[in-house]
């Protein structure tokens, strides 16, 4: 007892609130505040990610859904950067999102709530982020594939076998980077950030400036036309929601990577909300660019590549710039899986250190020789192979896989800023970054929103990140096939949306699971410090964080 006591008083201070939090301390702290925002911006990756699903916006309604649609979308995610930034300030853990609705859950009913709560939120956090590693390394293959179409004028056409054996290879070199000591990921990211910014600036500029015919600002700003899709005009705007969307996900890696950074409690909401800022503005004017010099919205979604964003680029520029940016664009989303393997690896070792999944003592482990989780990396890497084998059984069952990222994600995100709000409200003592009285009405719009867009994404779409380009290398008929696909109706029953069919599974699932057995040895998260240590030091903590309140920071 007075050993461990000694070693709080010798602890930094980022060390200290982690063992307040019932953990010692095992990662480097090497991150600054640069690396942990290049890490939130680089897994967002708007340069690819409107690239590859830019084709949603377009056909539901067309320039009024890309244009409008960005600036709405972005400002509710913003509501919930914000709220999941405040939780972050006061809970810098790996745990992240389940952390933060344990804790929020503990005082309620005597904490009866915790386990359940904390549970379902760890599983749709993991499958969010497992989905989300296995739908960008696609999207990634499937634009290798692109610019070999595009470099071969148009003779090539990929199967999907071939498309499987380039997202293994991605798979690979990602593991192998995840693996890497701390401080060389902080360095890489820190390059990618240029990269990304750069590449996006090249491909604006050159739009504007090789395009041969511009579109009219009236068109742009002004011209819907829903027709395509089939529904209504007020559902087709709401679907081609999913760019902004799926581009604003991820950016709660900057909680997962917490226990990693120095200063956590200012560090990470800021780089949380500073890069979701960042991507969109920088998307909204990348869209701009893309509306404005579009040749004709039939001719790319029509694009023998499979992107339309391939196409739009290939009309202005030329085959040989097309084929130097879309190589740009190919790192750009090379580097934004990276960054994703990282995080996600965080949220295995996290739900493992509290023995939630099977094997937990293997995936908990952290390598002496790069202090990282390589095991979780790896477990990572092996289960995003194995989904892409559903594509061997049927494109649709992969869609519906790779549309969970998206909903899983924002699910997981939801349930930690509701228990902020509700439950949680009266016992929750904010760390440097405070909403203050803003919370319950900010936490409020984040949830109805998440809510409202889920049911419409579960009931709508099942097409997510790109994955529509790898249905389109795979026929002949790409007119047809996107006027005769889940985004459009009529629906049948071979292209319905699977995804409420896999979200339905892992509620179904974990929840007989929890129901069955976990009930019985899971009661949230696990403490691995002294449980008396952690207790004194952290009444002392409450106590200066109670009375300095009136020095919070407040909202900008």
Known sequence: MDIEQSSVEIMDEDAKKLYTLGYKQEFKREFNGLSIFCFAFSIMGVLASVSSTINFPMLSGGPVSMVYGWILGSSMVMCVALSLAELVSAWPASGGLYFFAAKLTQHSSDGRWTPIVTWFTGWFNLIGNMALVASIDYTLSTMVMAEITMATDFKFEATFPQTYGVYIVVLLLHGLMGSLPTRWLARVNQVYVYLNMGSTIVVIVCLFVLSPNKNSAHWVFTHFDADAVGWPA?????????????????????????????????????????????????????????????????????????????????????????????????????????????????????????????????????????????????MLVTCSAVLGCLGFIAISALNAVFNVASIGLYVSYTIPIFCRITIGRDNFVPGPFSLGKWAVPIGSVACLWVAFISIIFLLYVHISHGIISMNILFTNQISIFLRNSPFTIPVNDLDMNYAVVVIGAIVIGAGLWFAIDAHKWFHGPVVNVESDSVSTESASVEEKTAGSVDQIEKVE
């Open 234 to 378: 007020g559902l087709a705007f709401l679907l081609g929601l999913i760019d902004v969307m799926w581009t604003l996900t991820g950016y709660d890696c900057a909680a997962h990577l917490s226990e990693e950074c120095q200063n956590a409690s200012k560090v990470a909401p800021k780089a949380i909300i500073q890069s979701v800022a960042s991507v969109a503005v920088t998307g909204w004017i990348l869209i701009l660019a893309i509306a404005f010099t579009v040749p004709s919205i039939d001719e790319a979604l029509a694009t023998a590549t499979g992107m339309p964003m391939a196409q739009i680029l290939y009309v202005n520029c030329g085959k040989n710039a097309t084929l130097v940016l879309w190589i740009c664009i190919i790192l750009v989303q090379f580097f934004t899986g990276s960054a994703t393997v990282v995080a996600a690896s965080r949220v295995i070792f996290a739900f493992s250190r509290d023995n939630a999944l099977p094997f937990s003592r293997l995936w908990k482990k952290v390598s002496p020789y790069t202090h990282t989780p390589v095991n979780a990396v790896w």
